[in-house]
C-alpha cells in the first residue's frame, strides 16, 4: 500500500530542485559556464509567508589549486497574486583553497544555528548533459 500525503502537503524536493533552483541555476550559467563548475553547495531553502529564499555556493576551479567561488541567491514568490515572480543574484565573492572553503562553509552552519550542512552537489544536478 502507497504512503499518502496529508491534503496540501508536498513530497520532499531534491536538494536543488524546483522552480527557485532553475531560475538560479540559469542565472549562475550567465557568469559561470556548466563545464567549470567544481561544486555546488545548496542551503536548505527558507519558506516562509508565501515566499521561498534559496542560497548556493559555487566554486569553479582557478589556477594554482584554487577555487574561485559565487554566492547565489534567490527568492520566489510561492503563493498570492503576485506567484512565480523572482529575484535571483550571483556574486564573485572570493578566490581560496578547498581546505579554507570547507571551514567557511562549516562556519557558516554553525553561526546559522542550521542542524543541517549544505549538501554538495555536482553540476550535473543543475546542467546534465552538458
Known amino acids: 500500500m502507497a504512503a499518502s500525503l496529508d491534503a496540501g502537503a508536498f513530497p520532499p524536493l531534491t536538494p536543488g530542485q524546483g522552480p527557485g533552483w532553475a531560475k538560479l541555476a540559469a542565472a549562475v550559467e550567465a557568469q559561470v559556464p556548466p563545464g567549470e563548475i567544481e561544486t555546488i553547495y545548496v542551503f536548505r531553502p527558507i519558506k516562509r509567508e508565501g515566499k521561498e529564499w534559496g542560497t548556493a555556493v559555487v566554486t569553479r576551479k582557478a589556477a594554482a589549486g584554487r577555487l574561485r567561488v559565487y554566492t547565489a541567491k534567490y527568492m520566489l514568490v510561492v503563493r498570492g497574486k503576485e506567484r512565480g515572480l523572482s529575484k535571483v543574484a550571483v556574486e564573485e ?38
Open 93 to 130: 565573492v572570493a578566490l581560496t583553497t578547498a581546505e579554507v572553503l570547507a571551514q567557511v562553509m562549516q562556519a557558516t552552519v554553525d553561526r546559522g544555528g542550521d542542524t543541517e550542512p549544505p549538501v554538495e552537489l555536482g553540476p550535473a544536478v543543475w546542467y546534465e548533459g552538458r
